[in-house]
């Protein structure tokens, strides 16, 4: 039974004349039950009916040790709570946020060893664009005193006129999802989600994602990689590279379906915003910690960003924790003595969720999580291949524990579903059907329509096996109904 003081009944009751969740259409609610999930073990979650579901999204794509060390990891929150429930961030420290920011640090590449905590992944991303306004102007300020100080210098002299006079623009890929708060949401590039709230803050640029599916045929990877850091450049260069503060890619994008990079993109990428002076924040809220087969997708795509953003599989989702991952070069301006980053959030760096995520990291390590990612990733891959063979799979693309099937109307011209095809296809049917079947797995269509397949990191060949046998008779079963 689950823990709560309500029957089953109850809890149906009060959750559909209390609870508002997030992105669901409640109205649905009005003649269906809401599904409400009771507890977890491994891979597997169970509802308040006693029902089973393997978990093939783990969460939202962040529950990366999977459901099982809840009393290991709630031991490490309790003795937290004990020692010291909260302190903050706000002009002090605290042993938790010390040792994790240390610990962090020790996992990003290269000197990426600054480290500052907020919530989440929307408050990481605002809080990198916000670091990345700011980064310009602190480095302005301290070149115009190094400058004034004595002796000055003709190179001091020089380096306070080339100081831009106002750097705040971003730019991101079509499609990406970067989160709902302000900031975050005006990164975003899915037209759906920014609409009802414009106008949002500006401004920033889109370019093209890596999705290479829907490219002509005769392109090769070289020449596709040539049209992405070109048109890069060009966007650079329309919006005024001195008024560019920041470029934020996912190093593998989700939204869409898990969009790998081609080959020479991200040095390209890095090199474009080295020559502009315009710093890479890689978005690794979803491929941190263990996703990619890397502790960060920065590492395993060789990115060298200056920012990381980084959340959910950071305490593997047992709390709300996320972090701004900076380079020594981004926190230099800020070391001046009378420097500082104009920002901050009350539960950043709080001491039980850096506490979880010490754990969680703990775990992962002791449990060779990343390392068996790296080792099963072919495993998985193959397996998830054979739905290939079905007329509605179009593409499979991702890395690691990081997958997406492309669903097509006809594969040969690789033609997509309408809107109203879409509308059935998705809501009406997979969403339903798969979860009926005990999948739990998202079929979107923020671009064009997929099925994200996203285990927790301990998933093995058993769960490939099922994710597949699901899936495979209920994607033959949508093609069939979309025949007839
Ligand atoms: C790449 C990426 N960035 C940012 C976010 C926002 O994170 P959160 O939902 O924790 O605010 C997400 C959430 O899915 C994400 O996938």
Redesign the pocket.
Known sequence: MATTALDAISLQRAAKDHLWMHFTRMGGYETQDVPIIVRGDGCYLEDVNGKRYLDALAG??SVNIGYSFGDEIGQAAHEQMRELPFYTNWSYAHPRAVELAAEVASLAPGDLSRVFFCN????A?DSAWKLARQYYQARGESRLKAASAEPVTRHDELAAMRTPPRRFKAIARHIA????TFG?LSINGIPALRGPFEPLVSEVRHVSNTNRYHRPPEETEEQFTRFLLDELEAAILALGPETVCLVHM?PVQ?AGGCFTPPAGYWQGVREICTRYDVLLSA?E??TGFGRVGAWFGSERFDIRPDLI?S??GLSSSYAAI?AVIATNGVMEPFLDSTSMFSHGITFGGHPVQCAIALKNIEIMKRERIVEGVRENEDAFRATLAQLLDLPIVGDLRGTGYFWALELVKDKDTRESFTDDECEWLLREYLSNALFEAGLICRADDRGDPVIQISPPLVAGQAEFDEIAGILGDVLAEAARRMRA
């Open positions: 939202l794509f989440g992944g929307s408050e991303v999802y970067h989160g709902t975050a996912e989700n978005d809220v979803i953003t959340a959910k996320g």
